[in-house]
């Protein structure tokens, strides 16, 4: 119904900023709320933030609050993770997921899911 594919992810320096990016190359992300998790080595995957469909309700892991902007731009049926004042703790490969309707912090809630981009943050 809708696969999410990531792209953005990379090596850069603690402090420094990357842009992810979520684009839905099969079906889209019409009424669908989007997520981004993160999983590190030896970590349980994590909640990161979400966006409704609308883009009127934002969320965000306490751990990126003022530092990560999630937005998206339905008329080119993608969402953004932009990601300022990186820091080693942030290392860890991102998804993006999907879900109908309402959105949600728990991974088990989201149905559709992307491959994932890397991130890798230097000190």
Not at 12 to 25: D, I, K, N, T
Not at 40 to 57: H, L
Request: charged letters at 15%; hydrophobic letters at 35%.
């Amino acid at each position: 119904q809708v696969q999410p594919v990531e792209s953005g992810g990379g090596l850069v320096q603690a402090g420094g900023s990357l842009g992810l990016s979520c684009a839905a190359s099969v079906g889209t992300f019409t009424n669908h709320a989007v997520g981004w998790f993160r999983q590190a080595p030896g970590k349980e995957r994590e909640f990161v933030s979400a966006i409704s469909w609308s883009g009127e309700q934002l969320y965000y892991a306490d751990s990126v609050k003022g530092r990560f902007t999630i937005s998206r731009d339905n008329a080119k049926n993608t969402v953004f993770l932009q990601m300022n004042s990186l820091k080693p703790d942030d290392t860890a490969r991102y998804y993006c997921a999907a879900r109908t309707l309402f959105t949600s912090r728990d991974p088990s809630a989201y149905h559709f899911w992307g491959q994932g981009t890397q991130v890798t943050v230097s000190s």
